[in-house]
């Protein structure tokens, strides 16, 4: 079980994981602009595109640093609170589920950037958002509740061990 102190160094792992992805996607669309517009890369016909595609790329990759970098603002001003047993799910909540087969996976319920691990106390940690399949299941849901997902083709029932 998570306690404030240790879901503030969760929120810490989560803002470094976050502000390393925003500098690695900011110098990435910082490098293929500068190849967008560099002058060995003009178009020698109608026919060539490098310049044209790798602009499309340095905004692609300019969107996703901005995207990041509200994720980032978000979980920054994110103050870590405990959940009682009884509270209903909600963002900020450390989740621990349990398979059928009895494997647990540790959740934490951000506003943005779902699908990162990041590791604390010894655990991975999956950020999960509201609006994934499995959030959408999890908001107001309590310890002990049971949430129902398709994995590959098949129904797995998760249980709800923790809630903190």
């Not at 310049?51 to 300019?62: F, N, P, R």
């Not at 540790?106 to 994934?132: D, K, N, Q, W």
Request: include cysteine; aromatic fraction near 4%; hydrophobic fraction near 40%.
């Amino acid at each position: 079980m998570f306690e404030v102190m240790q879901k503030q160094l969760l929120l810490d792992r989560i803002v470094a994981h976050l502000a390393a992805e925003v500098e690695l996607l900011t110098r990435a669309a910082l490098a293929t602009h500068a190849e967008a517009t560099a002058e060995e890369n003009k178009a020698e016909d109608k026919y060539d595109t490098r310049s044209l595609e790798a602009s499309y790329l340095a905004h692609g990759q300019s969107k996703a640093a901005e995207e990041t970098a509200l994720a980032l603002a978000q979980f920054q001003a994110m103050q870590p609170r405990e959940f009682a047993h009884s509270e209903p799910i909600n963002l900020g909540a450390h989740l621990i589920l349990a398979a059928e087969a009895g494997s647990e996976t540790h959740y934490f319920l951000g506003p943005r950037a779902g699908g990162i691990e990041v590791e604390c106390e010894g655990e991975t940690v999956v950020v999960l958002t509201p609006h994934s399949p499995l959030g959408r299941q999890l908001m107001g849901k309590r310890q002990g509740d049971v949430v129902s997902l398709t994995q590959g083709g098949r129904h797995v029932q998760q249980y709800v061990l923790a809630v903190s």
